[in-house]
C-alpha cells in the first residue's frame, strides 16, 4: 500500500488542472512514459492504478504527496524500445499485489483474473482519511404532510463507498447522462424522489409482525443527497448481465451545483481518466500535463511496449469525452475518473452551501456526523416513549 500510505490533506489553496506543474512533460520530447508491465493476469490492477496515478498527477497538491513515483527521473527508465520493464514500478505493484491477496482483498486468488476496482474499496473503506478523497457524505430526510400534521424524519448521514457504482438500471431515468446522474445526488431540488412513496414509515408491528396498523396514511417524500463531494470520484459502471454494460455519457466536466460556484470556487469536476474493457483485459486513457498546451491523452495497455504508456495524438475529445469514445474494438467504459478542480477548498464551500440549502428547502439543520434536526417553530422532537411506535427510527 506504499503508493497510498504517504497521502496527506491537500492545501486549502483552490488549485486547477494546470499545464504549468512542475512535473508537466514537454510533449515535443517525450512520446511514451513508463509504467506497470503485465504479468499473470496484472491489468485489472495495471489500469486502475494508472487512471488513479495519473488524476493525482494533474491535481499538484495532491501530486506532492505521492513519494515513489517522483522520485525516479524519467532518464532512468530505458525506454520500451529496449524490451525492458519498468522493474522499480514493477516491484511496487507486486508488492500492493501481495498485501491485497495477504490481508483478504481480493474475492479471487492472487493470479486469477479480478474486478477492476473491488481491492480500491476494500483498501480504503476503513480509512476516514481515504473517505476525505474518495467518498461522498449522504443524508436522507423524509417529509410526509397530511391535513392535520407535518411530519419529518432525518436520518444520520452516511458515508458512501470510495467507488460509485453506476448501474444499468439506472440509464433510462438518466436518459444516459452521467451529468443528470450526478446533480440528482447533489442539488437538493433534483434529489426527491420521481414519486412519492406509498406509505408513510409512521406504522407499528406487534408480536413481530406487521398489524397493517398505520398511524398515517398518506405517502411520504424522500430526499437523499450528498452534503460532501469526493474531491477523487472514482465512477464504475456495473453489469447486470453479460455483455457490454449500456454507453453512458461522460462529459468533460460536471459542475455539481450552478456553474458560477465552478468558476467562483472551483464546484467542478474534470475528467482525468477513462478505463476500459473487454471481458477479460483492462486498458485506460489517462490526461498527462505538458508544459506547452493544455493535457494530452496517454494510451495504457500494460501488455503492450513493455508497459510503457503511449502518446495519443487523437486527442481527448475522441478518446474521453462523451457516450462512445474511441477504443480497441469489444471494449466499453468500466470506470472513469474526475477530480474537483477546487479540491479541499471546494469541498469545504459545498459543504456550507448544501447546508443553507438544506435549511432553506427542508428547516433541517445538518452536520457531516450526527443526525441533524428540523428547526421549525410548529415542529416538535418525539420523545423516546412516542419513538416505540415509529417503525425503522433506528438510525434516528
Known amino acids: 500500500m506504499s503508493l ?16 504549468n506543474c512542475s512535473h508537466s512533460i514537454d510533449i515535443k520530447k517525450i512520446k511514451e512514459l513508463p ?10 490492477l495495471d489500469a486502475s492504478l494508472q487512471a488513479i496515478f495519473c488524476s493525482f498527477l494533474l491535481h499538484p497538491q495532491l501530486y506532492l504527496s505521492i513519494d515513489a513515483r517522483r522520485d525516479w527521473p524519467l532518464s532512468a527508465f530505458p525506454g520500451s524500445s529496449k524490451g525492458q520493464n519498468v522493474q522499480p514500478l514493477e516491484s511496487l505493484r507486486d508488492e500492493l499485489w501481495e498485501y491485497l491477496s495477504g490481508n483478504q482483498l481480493l474475492p479471487y486468488s492472487i493470479y486469477e483474473f479480478q474486478p477492476g476496482w473491488g481491492w480500491f474499496e476494500q483498501s480504503i473503506m476503513s ?13 436522507r430526510i423524509w417529509k410526509c404532510a397530511t391535513t392535520e400534521s407535518v411530519h419529518y424524519r432525518v436520518e444520520k448521514p452516511r458515508p458512501s463507498t470510495g467507488i460509485h457504482d453506476v448501474y444499468p438500471s439506472t440509464h433510462a431515468h438518466y436518459q444516459g447522462k452521467i451529468k443528470e446522474w450526478l446533480q440528482e445526488r447533489t442539488q437538493l431540488k433534483k434529489a426527491i424522489r420521481m414519486e412519492p412513496h406509498p406509505y408513510c414509515w409512521r406504522k407499528t408491528t406487534l408480536n413481530g409482525e406487521d398489524d397493517e396498523t398505520h398511524f398515517c396514511h398518506e405517502n411520504a417524500l424522500e430526499f437523499e443527497f450528498w452534503t460532501s463531494l469526493p474531491i477523487i470520484m472514482v465512477l464504475e459502471l456495473l453489469q447486470e448481465s453479460a455483455g457490454s454494460p449500456p454507453s453512458w455519457d461522460f462529459p468533460k466536466t460536471i459542475h455539481p451545483l450552478a456553474v458560477k460556484y465552478g468558476e467562483s470556487h472551483g464546484i467542478v469536476y474534470e475528467m482525468t481518466a477513462r478505463v476500459f474493457s473487454n471481458g477479460t483485459h483492462f486498458i485506460c486513457h489517462t490526461l498527462i500535463p505538458t508544459t506547452v498546451q493544455s493535457p494530452v491523452v496517454f494510451t495504457y495497455d500494460s501488455m503492450q511496449h513493455s508497459g510503457y504508456s503511449q502518446y495519443n495524438a487523437s486527442g481527448a475529445a475522441k478518446l474521453m469525452y462523451g457516450p462512445n469514445p474511441s477504443c480497441p474494438l469489444g471494449y466499453w467504459t468500466n470506470a472513469v475518473i474526475y477530480v474537483l478542480k477546487g479540491g479541499h477548498m471546494a469541498q469545504q464551500k459545498f459543504q456550507e452551501l448544501q447546508f443553507a440549502e438544506a435549511q432553506k428547502q427542508l428547516m433541517a439543520v445538518l452536520s457531516l456526523t450526527e443526525a441533524g434536526f428540523i428547526d421549525g417553530s410548529e415542529l416538535r422532537e418525539l420523545s423516546a416513549k412516542e419513538r416505540r411506535v415509529w417503525k425503522g427510527l433506528d438510525s434516528n
Open 35 to 44: 509504467s506497470y508491465p503485465w504479468n499473470q493476469n496484472s491489468c485489472w
Open 127 to 139: 480509512s476516514s482519511l481515504y473517505h476525505h478523497f474518495f467518498g461522498a457524505v449522504k443524508q
Open 4 to 19: 497510498y500510505s504517504k497521502i496527506t490533506s491537500p492545501s486549502k489553496s483552490q488549485t486547477t488542472l494546470s499545464s
